[in-house]
């Protein structure tokens, strides 16, 4: 029998375990954390001010630069992150306790008044992005050094989903914030390192990060690769570990490169076509009722989207406060045709404006529904203009159906009704008006789950009677990741945060 | 020549600020709201409004043009809208990789097409000559979107000996650059190969051989020194068309230059950005042309300006 040699290399190997267990546990978890995840966005990262963008790409880069209030899983549960807990005091006031023992990046400690800074902040500089949603804000008090007491000027129940998108801020950023976001630190589980504009940005780990363990690894790089095509060249040549936003049809080319796996999840997102309720179509509940019964959902979601899309049974998807099951909507051509036949309409022409190449398949799908409708009777017009063109087009008023959907982003519907379902709202929208439904909104807006669940469940009853909308399917979000990554979740919300993600 | 060069610079200026008026009138007169653009889809219309009015597209046209006028003469091209910062640094953070990719095609370009129109026209009619044009045909009719696109997925992915995109070193200059560098390359090698071959039959040529000097210098020295006043024309022109930035060919490898941050600026209706871009590139344009016509003078010294 051979005798075991012990080389070079294997002795050094044992000697590196040996010191390893001697230097304890902070060796051990310094161990835990290695390599480098690099991950290919499909939009460019436009600002690192976490209050001055709605861009899901930024959100995925800045949430491991800065740790907002709450967290939202992806089964939709808010949990915490900087604030332990959180309450409603009463239907304006909401309490939020405050974790102890959290650092910025440059060492200052967390506390109410980072709170009280970023959340005025928000409110009172309307030149920001998500100024708008803060407007309702009343008061933040700080009541010691670790509570925070919010009032609202009316019941704001989805203040803590809205929390759940808005990073937490240093109060030392006051006065400085050009310098302060040209190189800014959060309390997140990553430092930033660099921005090059267009390109990438580069994080390192926070190793004092006030979750234990995290993040797994050392550096994450996230590159901003917008065409499809190319993220996924980059994923295929292993540059990159992680692709956002893949559509239906290059999963099966994805799905044959070896070391590649592709993950799909129900997204937040309901495709909702609108109609101009002020225009003849539109104002026509018949008319709207012909065409929902003419459009072959299940169709489209097999043979354009392969799969990639849920049936619709409701305005809200599951999982969010409000959802209910109230059936698929038929689909039946010939009870189409009687509708249309008895209230005397011969001939009819939809304008169907679509905001170009910003939904997977939409041309495919527009024009199959234009050949849906246009077997009952219904000529169909499409209008295929630039994003701006055709929100301008929208604003006035020109168009009859418009191609859209809905990402239900903080995880909440109050957003979706409040703009959509309001008179004021919808005014320069869809036009949509009613006071039943408006009652049901603001009432909907309490802290109280139970009441929103009810008031919400009232509305979409309303609304998939009335059919102001098409809700033609829930969308999939789909993401491919090197099987190198390791506790990669694919989220419903089409975040990609890596810092509980661990690479071989 | 003082004169020439005088009256030279006041037309680039007065082309200069004709320019500005235009792009600056287009922009406000296409339809589409910044505002909008900005804000989520959800917003409300008063913070629509009032995000118009922090923008100051609330004043009248003329008015906004004076401010815009009044805040570049002091080097301020205004904040971009989408960015948040000010769009000049916008702009100019992107010139790097612009003059990296545009001066790395006019290399290729140069070198490349000038040496296939010389074989092509010293060798006319050898098989030198079909191949040279073959690959100028190829050149100019494959479109920039299939080639990159191939060219990654050959070097990129399947031999991985190149990186698929991305702006980093060397190595992720050299897919862009060769697809960017195709249609032109061939222009030139066409070019330089008719024109050669014109200057190859003069009489002087004829000379020259005559007298017993070397093919080499007959071609090098006589003949491409007559043939390069075509050739700079068109190389000035491309020069200029490349530092304006090189839409498809950037979108395809992610390359962070000015051509994809202009169109993208243009869709988001950030005033500022396209602004600046079409300002900064009309700029390169003029002074690009008055030094290539300058530069016809130092060439060929029978062309005289005055």
């Given at each position: 029998?051979?005798?075991?040699r012990?080389?070079?290399?294997r002795?050094l190997?044992?000697?590196?375990?040996?010191?390893?267990v001697a230097?304890?546990?902070?060796?051990?978890?310094?161990?835990?954390?290695?390599g480098?995840?690099?991950?290919?966005?499909s939009e460019r990262?436009l600002t690192?001010?976490?209050?001055?963008?709605?861009?899901?790409?930024?959100?995925?880069?800045?949430?491991?630069?800065?740790?907002?209030?709450?967290?939202?899983?992806?089964?939709?549960?808010?949990?915490?992150a900087?604030a332990?807990?959180w309450?409603?005091?009463?239907?304006?006031?909401?309490?939020?306790?405050?974790?102890k023992?959290v650092?910025?990046?440059?060492?200052?400690?967390?506390?109410?008044?980072s709170?009280l800074?970023?959340l005025?902040?928000?409110?009172?500089n309307?030149?920001?992005i998500k100024?708008?949603?803060?407007?309702?804000l009343?008061d933040?008090?700080?009541?010691?050094?670790y509570?925070v007491?919010v009032?609202?000027k009316?019941?704001?129940?989805?203040?803590?989903?809205?929390?759940?998108?808005?990073?937490?801020?240093?109060?030392?950023?006051?006065g400085?914030?050009?310098a302060?976001?040209?190189k800014p630190?959060?309390?997140?589980?990553?430092?930033?390192?660099?921005w090059?504009?267009?390109d990438?940005?580069?994080?390192?780990a926070?190793?004092?990060?006030?979750?234990p363990a995290?993040?797994?690894?050392e550096?994450l790089?996230?590159?901003?690769?917008?065409e499809?095509?190319?993220?996924?060249?980059?994923?295929?040549?292993?540059?990159i570990?992680?692709?956002?936003r893949?559509?239906?049809?290059?999963?099966?080319?994805?799905?044959?490169?070896?070391?590649?796996?592709?993950?799909?999840?129900?997204a937040?997102e309901?495709?909702?076509w609108?109609?101009?309720?002020?225009?003849?179509?539109?104002?026509d509940?018949?008319i709207?009722?012909?065409?929902?019964l003419?459009?072959?959902?299940n169709?489209?979601?097999?043979?354009?989207?392969?799969?990639?899309?849920?049936?619709v049974?409701?305005?809200?998807?599951p999982?969010l406060?409000?959802?209910?099951?109230?059936g698929?909507k038929p689909?039946?051509?010939?009870?189409a045709?009687?509708?249309?036949?008895?209230a005397?309409?011969q001939?009819?022409t939809?304008?169907?404006?679509?905001?170009?190449d910003?939904y997977?398949?939409?041309?495919?799908?527009?024009?199959?529904?234009?050949?849906?409708?246009?077997?009952?009777?219904?000529?169909?017009?499409i209008?295929?203009?630039e994003?701006?063109?055709?929100r301008?087009?929208r604003?006035?008023?020109?168009?009859?159906l418009?191609?859209?959907g809905?990402a239900?982003m903080?995880?909440?519907?109050?957003?979706?009704?409040?703009?959509?379902f309001?008179?004021a709202?919808?005014?320069?929208?869809?036009?949509f008006?009613?006071p039943?439904?408006?009652q049901?909104i603001?009432e909907?807006?309490?802290p109280?789950?139970k009441?929103r669940?009810q008031?919400?469940e009232?509305?979409?009853?309303i609304?998939?009677?009335?059919?102001?909308?098409?809700?033609?399917?829930y969308?999939?979000?789909?993401y491919?990741i090197s099987?190198?990554?390791r506790?990669?979740?694919?989220?419903?919300?089409y975040?990609?945060?890596?810092?509980e993600?661990?690479?071989? | 020549?003082?004169?020439?060069?005088?009256?030279?610079?006041?037309?680039s200026?007065?082309?200069?600020v004709?320019v500005?008026?235009l792009?600056?009138?287009?922009?406000?007169?296409v339809?589409g709201?910044?505002?909008?653009?900005?804000l989520?889809?959800?917003?409300?219309q008063s913070?629509v409004d009032?995000?118009n009015?922090?923008?100051g597209?609330?004043?009248?046209?003329?008015?906004?043009?004076?401010?815009?006028?009044r805040?570049?003469v002091?080097?301020d091209?205004?904040?971009?809208?989408?960015?948040?910062?000010?769009?000049?640094?916008?702009?100019?953070?992107?010139?790097?990789?612009t003059?990296q990719?545009?001066?790395?095609?006019?290399?290729?370009t140069?070198?490349?097409?000038?040496?296939i129109?010389i074989?092509?026209?010293?060798r006319?009619g050898s098989?030198?000559?079909y191949?040279?044009?073959v690959?100028a045909?190829l050149g100019?009719?494959l479109p920039n979107?299939?080639l990159?696109i191939?060219?990654m997925?050959?070097f990129?992915?399947?031999?991985r000996?190149?990186?698929?995109?991305?702006?980093?070193?060397?190595?992720s200059?050299?897919?862009?650059?060769?697809?960017?560098?195709?249609?032109?390359?061939?222009l030139?090698?066409?070019?330089?190969?008719?024109?050669?071959l014109?200057i190859l039959?003069?009489?002087?040529?004829?000379?020259?051989?005559?007298?017993?000097?070397?093919?080499?210098r007959?071609?090098?020295?006589?003949?491409?020194?007559?043939a390069?006043i075509?050739?700079?024309?068109v190389l000035?022109?491309q020069?200029g068309t490349?530092?304006?930035g090189?839409v498809?060919?950037?979108?395809?490898?992610?390359?962070?230059?000015m051509g994809?941050?202009?169109?993208d600026?243009?869709?988001?209706?950030?005033?500022?950005v396209?602004?600046?871009?079409?300002i900064?590139?009309?700029?390169?344009f003029?002074?690009i042309?008055l030094?290539?016509?300058?530069?016809?003078?130092?060439?060929?010294?029978?062309?005289?300006?005055?």
């Amino acid at each position: 029998m051979e005798k075991p040699r012990l080389s070079r290399r294997r002795f050094l190997l044992g000697s590196g375990a040996v010191l390893g267990v001697a230097a304890g546990p902070r060796a051990a978890r310094a161990q835990a954390r290695r390599g480098h995840i690099i991950a290919g966005l499909s939009e460019r990262m436009l600002t690192l001010d976490p209050a001055n963008h709605y861009s899901i790409s930024s959100t995925s880069v800045l949430r491991h630069v800065y740790d907002p209030l709450l967290d939202v899983t992806n089964d939709d549960k808010f949990v915490p992150a900087l604030a332990e807990s959180w309450k409603p005091v009463n239907n304006t006031t909401w309490r939020f306790t405050l974790r102890k023992g959290v650092r910025f990046h440059d060492g200052t400690p967390f506390t109410a008044d980072s709170v009280l800074f970023t959340l005025k902040r928000v409110r009172d500089n309307t030149k920001l992005i998500k100024s708008f949603v803060y407007q309702d804000l009343e008061d933040v008090r700080k009541d010691d050094d670790y509570t925070v007491t919010v009032t609202t000027k009316r019941p704001f129940g989805s203040l803590p989903a809205h929390l759940t998108m808005l990073g937490m801020l240093p109060p030392g950023a006051a006065g400085n914030e050009d310098a302060f976001f040209g190189k800014p630190v959060g309390t997140g589980p990553f430092r930033f390192v660099s921005w090059t504009h267009g390109d990438h940005v580069d994080l390192e780990a926070n190793a004092k990060y006030w979750k234990p363990a995290l993040p797994k690894v050392e550096k994450l790089t996230v590159r901003f690769i917008p065409e499809l095509s190319t993220r996924a060249a980059a994923l295929r040549a292993a540059e990159i570990h992680v692709i956002d936003r893949v559509w239906p049809d290059m999963v099966s080319t994805l799905r044959a490169t070896p070391g590649i796996k592709v993950l799909d999840t129900p997204a937040v997102e309901a495709q909702r076509w609108h109609f101009q309720l002020a225009r003849e179509a539109g104002k026509d509940p018949r008319i709207r009722k012909a065409v929902s019964l003419a459009i072959d959902r299940n169709t489209i979601i097999k043979e354009l989207l392969l799969g990639y899309a849920r049936p619709v049974v409701s305005p809200i998807p599951p999982g969010l406060i409000g959802h209910t099951n109230l059936g698929q909507k038929p689909y039946d051509p010939d009870k189409a045709r009687a509708i249309l036949k008895q209230a005397g309409y011969q001939t009819l022409t939809l304008d169907f404006v679509l905001m170009k190449d910003l939904y997977p398949k939409q041309l495919e799908i527009a024009q199959a529904v234009a050949a849906m409708l246009s077997e009952v009777g219904i000529k169909v017009s499409i209008r295929n203009l630039e994003i701006a063109t055709a929100r301008e087009q929208r604003t006035a008023g020109n168009y009859d159906l418009f191609f859209s959907g809905w990402a239900h982003m903080p995880h909440d519907p109050d957003w979706y009704f409040g703009q959509w379902f309001t008179r004021a709202g919808a005014e320069k929208l869809t036009r949509f008006s009613d006071p039943r439904v408006e009652q049901l909104i603001a009432e909907g807006r309490v802290p109280d789950p139970k009441v929103r669940q009810q008031k919400y469940e009232e509305i979409e009853k309303i609304l998939w009677e009335e059919e102001p909308e098409i809700w033609p399917y829930y969308s999939v979000a789909i993401y491919a990741i090197s099987d190198k990554l390791r506790n990669f979740e694919a989220r419903r919300d089409y975040y990609v945060l890596l810092h509980e993600v661990g690479i071989a | 020549m003082r004169s020439y060069l005088v009256t030279r610079i006041w037309q680039s200026a007065v082309t200069l600020v004709g320019v500005s008026i235009l792009v600056f009138v287009i922009l406000r007169v296409v339809p589409g709201d910044p505002a909008k653009m900005l804000l989520p889809e959800g917003a409300p219309q008063s913070a629509v409004d009032e995000l118009n009015r922090h923008l100051g597209l609330r004043e009248p046209l003329w008015v906004q043009y004076g401010i815009f006028l009044r805040s570049v003469v002091r080097g301020d091209f205004g904040q971009s809208f989408q960015y948040r910062s000010p769009a000049l640094r916008v702009v100019v953070e992107r010139v790097p990789a612009t003059i990296q990719l545009a001066l790395t095609a006019m290399a290729l370009t140069v070198l490349v097409g000038v040496s296939i129109g010389i074989v092509a026209a010293v060798r006319q009619g050898s098989a030198y000559d079909y191949a040279g044009t073959v690959l100028a045909v190829l050149g100019q009719s494959l479109p920039n979107f299939w080639l990159g696109i191939m060219l990654m997925l050959l070097f990129g992915v399947t031999l991985r000996w190149l990186p698929t995109s991305g702006f980093h070193g060397w190595q992720s200059l050299v897919l862009p650059s060769v697809t960017l560098a195709a249609f032109p390359t061939a222009l030139v090698a066409r070019l330089t190969r008719s024109s050669l071959l014109e200057i190859l039959g003069q009489e002087y040529i004829r000379t020259g051989r005559a007298k017993g000097l070397g093919e080499p210098r007959v071609v090098l020295r006589h003949a491409l020194k007559n043939a390069t006043i075509p050739l700079l024309t068109v190389l000035g022109l491309q020069i200029g068309t490349l530092l304006g930035g090189a839409v498809i060919t950037e979108s395809i490898f992610a390359w962070p230059g000015m051509g994809k941050l202009v169109v993208d600026a243009i869709f988001f209706r950030d005033f500022p950005v396209v602004q600046t871009i079409l300002i900064l590139s009309a700029t390169i344009f003029v002074v690009i042309n008055l030094l290539v016509d300058l530069l016809y003078t130092v060439i060929d010294p029978r062309i005289r300006y005055g």
